[in-house]
């Protein structure tokens, strides 16, 4: 009886919310990417199928660092189940420039530069070693609650970027 009461007790206590820290000011200019998002209308180039799923981006670090997570489902061709995967990608900044580490458990990319036009996009590109190909993710602002959200691979010595996967972002 004691623990009803003290349940019913915590349930009516409200606990205040509790703010965010800040971000870095080299990482400023993306905070439009914190939030909840969802997607479901993917586009994978490579197989001619498509993808949803979740990416939650949040302020780690005292506001030195955004943490991407996501969760996405693959579909074939005909729309059914072709897998799924979870993904994380650290972004900061070091020796005043910004870096991304991102990872699926079967893929690490280390973007070296981002590109910012603070509050609109963002451009994460990697380095490439002689003979390997680089990438680009790509982050733009639609509307408040919407992110276009391109990927795609740089052949080596080649500049143009070859689309692997496209989509749009929903602010959940």
């Known amino acids: ?52 799923g979740s990416s939650t981006i949040t302020v780690e670090a005292d506001g030195e660092a955004l943490l991407r997570r996501d969760h996405t489902d693959l579909l074939d061709k005909t729309g059914k189940p072709g897998g799924s995967f979870d993904q994380i990608m650290l972004i900061y900044p070091e020796a005043g420039t910004l870096h991304a580490d991102y990872m699926d458990g079967e893929h690490i990319v280390h973007y070296t530069s981002a590109m910012v036009v603070p509050g609109k996009s963002v451009t994460f590109t990697s380095a490439s070693a002689p003979g390997a190909p680089s990438f680009q993710l790509h982050y733009e602002v639609q509307s408040p609650n919407a992110l276009a959200v391109t990927f795609g691979i740089i052949p080596p010595g080649q500049t143009a970027v070859r689309p692997i996967a496209a989509g749009t972002l929903k602010k959940s």
């Open 1 to 52: 009886m004691k623990l009803i009461a003290a349940a019913a007790i915590a349930a009516c206590v409200t606990i205040p919310a509790v703010a965010q820290p800040s971000l870095a000011p080299d990482l400023a200019g993306m905070s439009f990417l914190i939030g909840h998002w969802t997607s479901d209308d993917g586009k994978v180039s490579d197989t001619g199928g498509t993808s949803k």
